[in-house]
């Protein structure tokens, strides 16, 4: 498996899963439709994530805590070049507000030190993962970034004869429990 980063904005536990998500894929179709919906990240998932919700919300917003865009180039231009999103650089979400559903959150430009409050009918976070892994024996083989390397490309063979690994642990392009249905 592999964890989800903690969130780095306070959301209140009535407005989770009611406009705050993780996923935007899983809950986009619902969450944003009609919405101005936001995406927090800069790599190739929150520029992905921000291009498909595109499909249902009036307007899309990528804040972006730096200067510039992680994602490939090809991903980095779709996203600059697509009229229905806006990014926001060098800005964090301060603040997410709501009753029983997200209503509102407050931009912070770190740049200018400037908050902003917006409407905002969903949020998403696309900030990365890490490879639940660290109650494997240190004997395993791991990339820099945590998660086991396979001896062999496409199977599930680690450093250590007779452990094996498939799906998030193993995959950090993917990361889908179909990757390790597709491994056996």
């Known amino acids: 498996a592999a964890k989800r980063l903690d969130i780095p904005v306070p959301v209140t536990p009535t407005v989770w899963q009611r406009g705050v998500s993780a996923c935007a894929v899983c809950d986009g179709a619902i969450m944003a439709k009609d919405t101005q919906s936001f995406v927090i990240g800069g790599g190739d998932a929150a520029c992905e994530e921000a291009l498909y919700l595109t499909k249902f919300a009036s307007e899309v917003h990528l804040v972006v805590r730096r200067d510039a865009l992680r994602a490939s180039v090809v991903m980095a231009n779709r996203v600059k070049e697509h009229p229905k999103i806006q990014i926001h650089w060098n800005s964090n979400v301060k603040e997410v ?38 109650f494997l024996p240190a004997e395993i083989e791991t990339h820099p970034n945590g998660y086991l390397k396979l001896t062999q490309p496409r199977r599930t063979f680690t450093s250590v004869p007779g452990i094996f690994a498939a799906g998030d642990v193993s995959d950090h392009v993917y990361r889908q429990a179909v990757v390790a249905a597709g491994r056996g």
């Open 97 to 134: 507000t709501g009753g029983d559903r997200m209503e509102k959150l407050i931009l912070h430009n770190s740049a200018s030190g400037e908050d902003v409050e917006m409407a905002a009918g969903s949020l998403f976070f696309a900030i990365g993962h890490n490879p639940v892994t660290n």
